[in-house]
């Protein structure tokens, strides 16, 4: 669904995959976030884990219906979801500083050590 004035769609896929092989698109997303921060007037870099001063985050589960591919399928008895997990770590402002996904049979308390 690329505007027809854009490349092909199949060279802005292998672009697509070269930059997420290479990283490129967390680098983006790091540089981004930083300047978000930076423009509010905070620290442009989060400290998440224990440190003299770290910056307040929020960690949150969510778990979505999901059949194939990627990591491993579980269930989630607690929300009745066939399908996979992922805990998104944030901070006060809502901007993402880490996420993992993994099989939705995988209980919270485990699956937040990850992050």
Do not use: C, N
Not at 32 to 48: I, K, Q, S, Y
Not at 56 to 70: F, H, N, R
Not at 95 to 103: A, E, Y
């Amino acid at each position: 669904m690329l505007p027809h004035d854009l490349v092909p769609w199949d060279v802005a896929h292998r672009w697509f995959e070269h930059w997420t092989a290479a990283g490129i698109w967390h680098d983006i997303h790091e540089e981004l976030r930083d300047r978000v921060r930076e423009a509010d007037g905070r620290d442009p870099t989060p400290t998440p884990t224990p440190t003299p001063t770290p910056t307040p985050t929020v960690l949150d589960a969510q778990s979505v219906k999901s059949a194939e591919g990627g990591e491993e399928i579980g269930y989630d008895a607690g929300r009745r979801i066939r399908g996979r997990k992922r805990h998104l770590l944030v901070d006060t402002g809502g901007l993402v500083l880490k996420t993992v996904v993994h099989s939705a049979s995988t209980q919270d308390r485990h699956g937040t050590e990850k992050v």
